[in-house]
């Protein structure tokens, strides 16, 4: 969606704040319906502000805007990683327990977004910056999870901390806005850019809703594996639909990057049926 939306006129920045914008709407409205509004002490709005700015506006806004010069199919690979970085991140802060098969998973990602890495820095026309600017996604991705685990407010639903964090997101993205160039503007001549807002409103609504309700009962590890399911979804999409090449070392990074997603999930698996 990122790349149609800059190919009809809007700025990476653009689309993403209106997006947010519109399902902090939707899930304020939701959660205003069902009684369920976002709490407001100083707790909370720490919970809110922090994880806006490392899971939904720095994240997001450095992946978007990458995708215009590293390809949308290797961003969409590389959204697989932030399981593996969650469960290191998670083991270091004793979160998780280690065990042998999710350790070998992370070696086996770890490889293979290393070998996507490395024939993307070799091609020709590459640039080394937007390389580590799409990169350093996941690893805001990964701190998110573990932050918004640990800093969970007591006794807070995950269908009124949902809002709470996009409307932060919106307002933290608007005021990025006014502090520097970048355009939030929408082109009006027609009316996709209008459309495609909409649509991915809906999907950041849904997506952040789902994202917390896993977040609350499967922890960390479990929740990052959305990211997963956006590679493969995104990275066919890329290349049949939108006519991108295959990025280099496709079969090898995917393949070790699966491998390792699906070991660390078999282990979580494991773990979860031992206790």
């Known amino acids: 969606m990122a ?19 519109g399902a902090a709407v939707i899930l304020f409205m939701t959660a205003l319906i069902r009684k369920e509004l976002p709490p407001l002490n100083a707790r909370s709005l720490e919970y809110y502000f922090v994880a806006a700015l490392v899971s939904v506006a720095a994240a997001n806004l450095l992946l978007f805007s990458a995708i215009p010069h590293v390809g949308a199919g290797f961003v969409a690979l590389i959204l697989s990683l932030p399981p593996l970085l969650t469960y290191l991140g998670a083991l270091i802060l004793r979160i998780e327990q280690f065990y042998i098969v999710r350790a070998l998973g992370v070696i086996a990602a770890l490889i293979g977004a290393g070998a996507l890495a490395v024939h993307k820095f070799s091609a020709p026309d590459s640039s080394v910056f937007w390389i580590l600017i799409a990169l350093f996604g996941p690893v805001l991705l990964a701190i998110g999870n573990i932050y ?37 503007a929408v082109p009006l001549e027609n009316w996709l850019p209008l459309s495609m807002i909409a649509i991915q409103a809906c999907v950041f609504a849904g997506q952040f809703l789902l994202l917390f309700l896993l977040q609350k009962t499967g922890g960390p590890v479990l929740l990052s594996l959305l990211g997963a399911v956006g590679a493969i979804v995104g990275v066919p999409v890329a290349i049949f639909l939108q006519g991108e090449s295959p990025p280099e070392g496709l079969f090898l990074g995917a393949t070790l990057i699966a491998i390792g997603v699906v070991l660390v999930t078999w282990g979580g698996v494991k773990i979860a049926k031992v206790k």
């Not at 809007?10 to 993403?16: C, E, H």
């Not at 949902?162 to 970048?182: Q, V």
């Open 148 to 184: 918004r685990t640990l800093r969970w407010p007591d006794n807070a639903s995950s269908g009124a901390l949902a809002p709470g964090m996009l409307i932060a997101a919106a307002l933290l993205l608007g005021l990025f806005s006014m502090m520097s160039d970048f355009s939030i």
């Open 3 to 21: 790349k149609y939306a800059i190919d009809v006129g809007l700025t990476p920045l653009g689309f993403l704040f209106w997006s947010i914008t």
